[in-house]
């Protein structure tokens, strides 16, 4: 069976230092990968997807960047951290155009920028 | 466009009532419509979704919601509420063969159940 790994769980860091977050599947090949952003338990905003390694797709321009350096692997990155950037954050998968073509999600990681 | 409308925030029911959260789409094609529930601090679960036949879709916890064609809307429902179902719910659509198009998610729509 699949699933899907995010790390760390909970992180804290200052503003304007730097970001790696870390989302990985397991069981399954060739997935799309996705990131997003929850702001105060509300309502999902997209900001990367990936349809395959070094292949990615912005949402939404600002002080993020996203990479996929293996088939089942995508970073969430940032050089200078905001305040704005704090949130939980989603990482999801689905295997396109068959006949699932459900997104499942990661346990997620909540950033607090202080 | 692909569009997601949840017109309600918040959901209050009595536990053993029915509870009802409404959905409706917006999109240019045949729709795959999906419902997620999210516990405090938790990723989104699917608990499930409408692809083709039957209009009235069963899920987990015993959830279930009724593609209305005519009304683009996509409500799910369960006859007997459960203290344990209050979390976040989220309706999402995709249009059939769309490719690598991501979901469209509505803004989520808090379900408190009252004892």
């Known amino acids: 069976s699949q699933t899907i790994h995010q790390w760390p769980a909970t992180l804290v860091q200052p503003v304007g230092s730097p970001l790696s977050l870390e989302c990985t599947v397991e069981?399954?090949?060739?997935?799309?990968l996705y990131w997003y952003r929850q702001a105060a338990g509300r309502g999902l905003q997209l900001l990367f997807y990936s349809v395959g390694i070094g292949q990615i797709s912005s949402e939404v321009p600002q002080n993020l960047s996203a990479s996929r350096p293996q088939d089942r692997q995508f970073i969430l990155s940032s050089k200078k951290l905001l305040l704005s950037d704090s949130g939980f954050y989603l990482c999801?998968?689905?295997?396109?155009?068959?006949?699932?073509?459900?997104?499942?999600f990661g346990p997620g990681t909540r950033l607090l920028v202080l | 466009a692909q569009s997601v409308a949840q017109p309600e925030d918040q959901v209050n029911v009595a536990e053993g009532n029915p509870l009802t959260v409404k959905c409706t789409y917006s999109v240019s094609g045949n729709p795959y419509l999906f419902w997620y529930v999210q516990y405090p601090n938790r990723g989104l679960q699917f608990l499930l979704k409408?692809?083709?036949?039957?209009?009235l879709v069963k899920g987990s916890y015993g959830f279930e919601a009724e593609f209305n064609k005519s009304q683009t809307s996509f409500h799910l429902k369960k006859p007997s509420a459960l203290v344990s179902d209050s979390a976040l719910y989220f309706c999402a659509v995709r249009v059939i063969n769309s490719g690598n198009t991501p979901l469209v998610f509505g803004k989520g729509t808090r379900l408190s159940v009252i004892a």
């Open positions: 409408y692809i083709t036949g039957d209009n």
């Open positions: 069981g399954t090949s060739n997935p799309n």
């Open positions: 999801a998968w689905m295997i396109p155009l068959g006949p699932q073509e459900t997104q499942y």
